[in-house]
């Protein structure tokens, strides 16, 4: 029996890094079964042990318990299953583009809520400020200050002028770092000019819809040669959040947890209840008109029951 880490998810196949030779690999079908509610037991980042079948292939028996992990609710299924991004990671960075695709802030707000959930740290990164025009600039700078008052790092990158790339390398550096984000951000663009040895496929953003085009099909891991090691992921543009309740929401929002125990009711949603401090401090602009906004949004899909909002 070997143990290893899955450096590679390719949907049926899994490339497990064991010692310093990867062995391709597949799920044994019992884990499968008793892991029903997931659309793959196993992702990147996972702890494994395997056998080493005569061909050389692995084949995965145990997956180990996880420190963490990120998941969201598979999308486009009726029957909710949830899809494990990534597990065992050390700090998530939400990546954004100022411009080509335009500048997401919801789907912002519900990557940090899926963060805070799992007790992920997590950070912004707004790339392509190349393309933004002076009045942009400003919006962006300040709406990145809004999020650093929160306490998450915000980092503003261009990867055509080389703006902030030594910072961001340096932020990666000694540890397990995840990118997430839309296609076309340029998060795979961001790692070569960090480290051109790792020489992901790039493609630019489709003309016609303003939209990034799918070029990385699948979540890797890579070893940067200047420290530390950045999971590389497929772009999303839906995030349905699963496990919280409307009245837990709150609680993962960093800005409204001073007035929470201010309510009068304890399972307050800070919407329509009568004595809420939070919809005080709002009014009182304690907290910020768009992060409430997206608040109640949030709290709309989870009162439905489906937190699956394409955007």
């Not at 042990?49 to 318990?65: A, F, P, R, Y």
């Not at 912002?108 to 600039?137: F, Y």
């Not at 051109?196 to 489709?206: A, D, F, L, R």
């Amino acid at each position: 029996m070997h143990t290893g880490t899955v450096i590679r998810s390719t949907g049926a196949w899994l490339d497990v890094l064991v010692g310093e030779k990867v062995i391709s690999s597949r799920i044994r079908g019992r884990m499968r079964l008793d892991h029903e509610d997931s659309t793959q037991p196993i992702t990147v980042g996972d702890r494994v042990s395997l056998m080493i079948q005569k061909d050389e292939t692995g084949l995965i028996t145990e997956v180990h318990q996880r420190y963490n992990c990120l998941h969201r609710r598979a999308a486009g299924r009726k029957v909710r299953k949830r899809q494990i991004l990534v597990a065992n990671v050390d700090f998530i960075w939400i990546v954004q583009a100022a411009k080509q695709p335009a500048l997401n802030w919801r789907l912002v707000d519900r990557l940090l809520i899926a963060c805070e959930a799992q007790d992920i740290p997590a950070g912004l990164v707004i790339n392509k400020m190349d393309l933004a025009t002076p009045d942009l600039s400003v919006s962006i700078r300040e709406l990145g200050e809004r999020y650093r008052q929160l306490g998450y790092p915000v980092v503003l990158t261009s990867v055509e002028e080389h703006i902030n790339l030594d910072a961001l390398c340096d932020l990666l550096s000694g540890k397990i770092s995840v990118l997430l984000g839309p296609s076309g951000v340029g998060k795979s663009s961001l790692l070569n000019a960090i480290d051109p040895t790792v020489n992901i496929p790039t493609k630019s953003v489709s003309k016609k819809t303003n939209k990034g085009r799918h070029t990385t099909a699948h979540t890797e891991l890579y070893s940067l040669t200047t420290g530390g090691n950045v999971m590389d992921t497929p772009g999303i543009r839906e995030f349905g959040l699963l496990d919280i309740k409307p009245w837990e929401l709150a609680h993962h929002c960093p800005e409204f947890r001073p007035h929470l125990t201010r309510c009068r009711f304890p399972a307050c949603t800070h919407d329509h209840e009568p004595d809420c401090a939070v919809k005080r401090a709002h009014m009182m602009e304690r907290i910020s008109d768009e992060r409430y906004k997206s608040y109640l949004n949030i709290l709309y899909t989870l009162h439905l029951g489906d937190a699956d909002i394409r955007r």
